[in-house]
């Protein structure tokens, strides 16, 4: 198991396109092969946004990832984030 979750920290303003370009990173991926689960989630205590996709291995992961990628490639995440995307690749032990 190979798990992918990202924290953002997106402005308020744009809060809403950050969780939309999240959703379209998950469906250019979703029910594909080696991909178990994927979320978009909502810190209730921050304006924190967390995506969370968990995948059958890191090949899977290196497999998918750039597909996904594709999907918000044109996005504005420097302009969205308060700070950069802490990004976590993790494994299970």
Aim: net charge negative; aromatic share 6%.
């Amino acid at each position: 198991m190979y798990i992918l979750m990202s924290v953002h920290h997106p402005h308020p303003e744009h809060r809403d396109a950050l969780i939309e370009s999240m959703h379209r990173y998950g469906d250019a991926i979703r029910g594909m092969p080696g991909l178990r689960e994927i979320h978009t989630l909502a810190d209730q205590d921050s304006q924190r946004l967390v995506g969370l996709a968990i995948f059958d291995s890191r090949e899977d992961f290196e497999r998918l990832a750039p597909i996904a990628r594709t999907a918000v490639a044109e996005d504005p995440f420097a302009v969205w984030e308060e700070r950069p995307i802490d990004g976590l690749r993790l494994l299970e032990i």
